[in-house]
T-cell receptor, first 109, second 115 residues
């Protein structure tokens, strides 16, 4: 079957760095997405990786290793507004998105 | 980038009534749209895939007679929750697949509360 695993919840301090991991097992692979979702709102796109390596975009970076079925989202210089759920999703061989359950990130002052 | 408009953003209805949710792709023609449901503190659950001009494909466990999907044009898909019950209260979100595999855009979501 298809499966996406990510931690349920993480806590970090304002100004610090946090890494959210995602492991996946899917039938085919056409890229991995990271989305941010604040409570009561729709997800917003953060990043897309289809090749191995690190993609940096401002304070957020995303890494992919296809051979390991592994990705992480790295958030630097954490701000209180970064408190949200972070969703990992993999596009399978049919370009269907398989979603992880999301990681709730709590930022403390 | 593409813009997806979902309406209404929230709705309260009485048990037994029907509610229609619209999802519009404003910037490009979308042959495929996806409908998700999300309960509090849970991830997105795919309900159905909406294909323009044909019947929607429903995920296992989703009642097609209860959740009616119409995708009559390349820019509009609608989800109608029929005979709503309190357990249908949830956050419903549409997603539009862009013309490339890297593009996936969400509507703003609809918070449905059935009383």
């Amino acid at each position: 079957g298809q499966n996406i695993d990510q931690p349920t919840e993480m806590t970090a301090t304002e100004g610090a760095i946090v890494q959210i991991n995602c492991t996946y097992q899917t039938s085919g692979f056409n890229g991995l997405f990271w989305y941010q979702q604040h409570a009561g709102e729709a997800p917003t796109f953060l990043s897309y990786n289809v090749l191995d390596g690190l993609e940096e975009k401002g304070r957020f970076s995303s890494f992919l290793s296809r051979s390991k079925g592994y990705s992480y989202l790295l958030l630097k210089e954490l701000q209180m507004k970064d408190s949200a759920s972070y969703l990992c999703a993999v596009s399978d061989s049919n370009y269907q998105l398989i979603w992880g359950a999301g990681t709730k990130l709590i930022i403390k002052p | 980038g593409a813009v997806v408009s979902q309406h209404p953003s929230w709705v309260i209805c009485k048990s037994g009534t029907s509610v229609k949710i619209e999802c519009r792709s404003l910037d490009f023609q979308a042959t495929t749209m996806f409908w998700y449901r999300q309960f509090p503190k849970q991830s997105l659950m795919l309900m159905a895939t909406s294909n323009e001009g044909s019947k929607a494909t429903y995920e296992q466990g989703v009642e097609k007679d209860k959740f009616l999907i119409n995708h009559a044009s390349l820019t509009l898909s609608t989800l109608t929750v029929t005979s709503a019950h309190p357990e249908d209260s949830s956050f419903y979100i549409c997603r539009v697949q862009g013309q490339g595999a890297t593009e996936a855009f969400f509507g703003q979501g609809t918070r449905l509360t059935v009383v």
